[in-house]
Antibody, heavy 118, light 109 residues
């Protein structure tokens, strides 16, 4: 089955760190650009970060630049999001998504919840 | 940064009716990079339309997208019960940033 499964979410204190993982199955991760998108409780979708096929090119939303790092291990078919200096406003469901700029984000994981609170 | 404004915020219609959802950009958007997504409560988003007017795999033909420049439209020709959800437009722009609209909630009247 073609799917993405996120993990690594949880409760963390402000200023703390968390690493999210997104395991791909049923397809070859290295053939696709990948994204992280988040959704705060009751709010809309917000794009967070993008990585190209081999990890040589990354992009970040201004709100997370310098704090979050996207990476991938194609040998393990896994995408990551290292989140440092977490703030209350980072509280959200984090989705990984497969997709290109031309063809949209055609496959999404079920999401993992990150809560930043003391 | 390009801002996408979706209207209306909430649309109340009955099954069988036609739905027209609008997405307006603060500056011109390359339609090649304009997509629409559907999200139901508790679920991940689902790609409906890419390149402004191309239906994604498995999307029924009652969904159609159109538009160019700053004005884009998602049309659902005859609403089915499963179509009631939140819809988002999204673009990728020259500033190398991706932005989503704030969403339109399509609810049963």
């Amino acid at each position: 089955e073609v799917q993405l499964v996120e993990s690594g979410g949880g409760l963390v204190q402000p200023g703390g760190s968390l690493r999210l993982s997104c395991a791909a199955s049923g397809f070859t991760l290295s053939s696709h650009w990948m994204h992280w998108v988040r959704q705060a409780p009751g709010k809309g979708l917000v794009w967070v970060s993008r990585i190209n096929f081999d990890g040589s090119s990354t992009l970040y939303a201004d709100s997370v630049k310098g704090r979050f790092t996207i990476s991938r291990d194609n040998a393990k078919n896994t995408l990551y999001l290292q989140m440092n200096s977490l703030r209350a406003e980072d509280t959200a469901v984090y989705y990984c998504a497969r997709g290109s700029d031309l063809y949209g984000k055609d496959l999404w994981g079920q999401g993992t919840t990150v809560t930043v609170s003391s | 940064e390009i801002v996408l404004t979706q209207s209306p915020g909430t649309l109340s219609l009955s099954p069988g009716e036609r739905a027209t959802l609008s997405c307006r950009a603060s500056e011109s958007v390359d339609s090649t990079y304009l997509a629409w997504y559907q999200q139901k409560p508790g679920q991940a988003p689902r790609l409906l339309i890419y390149r402004a007017s191309s239906r994604a795999t498995g999307i029924p033909d009652r969904f159609s997208g159109s538009g160019s420049g700053t004005d884009f439209t998602l049309t659902i020709s005859r609403l089915e019960p499963e179509d009631f959800a939140v819809y988002y437009c999204q673009q990728y722009g020259t500033s190398f940033m991706y932005t989503f609209g704030q969403g339109t909630k399509l609810e049963i009247k």
